[in-house]
């Protein structure tokens, strides 16, 4: 089984920007679709960003402009770049393989706080 491991979370104030890491143990074939989600208590875990190739990402309507996802596939990893952050962006991200069969990672706080 895949295993997903994130890191780079953190206190950040609002306008801050944050980098968020996700490495991925293990690429049998073609790098897998990936995405990032974010969850807040009490509320459903939501979609935040998805790549399936170099050129193709999604972003929710909330980070588009502010948030920057990529791959790196010589090391396994994919990537979350947050600029202009707003207390609202606080949340536990999680990683997460799309392509079957679906892995998540443990899941990383980003605190946006003055």
């Known amino acids: 089984q895949v295993q997903l491991v994130e890191s780079g979370g953190g206190l950040v104030q609002p306008g801050g920007s944050l980098r968020l890491s996700c490495e991925v143990s293990?690429?049998?074939?073609?790098?897998?679709?990936m995405a990032w989600y974010r969850q807040v208590p009490g509320q459903q875990r939501e979609l935040v960003a998805m790549?399936?190739?170099?050129?193709?990402?999604t972003y929710t309507d909330a980070v588009k402009g502010r948030f920057t996802i990529s791959r790196d596939v010589a090391k396994n990893s994919v990537f979350l770049q947050m600029n202009s952050l707003k207390p609202e962006d606080t949340g536990v991200y999680y990683c997460?393989?799309?392509?079957?069969?679906?892995?998540w990672g443990q899941g990383i706080q980003v605190t946006v706080s003055s």
């Open positions: 293990r690429v049998i074939f073609r790098f897998p679709s």
């Open positions: 790549i399936r190739d170099e050129d193709d990402t």
């Open positions: 997460s393989k799309i392509t079957p069969p679906r892995s």
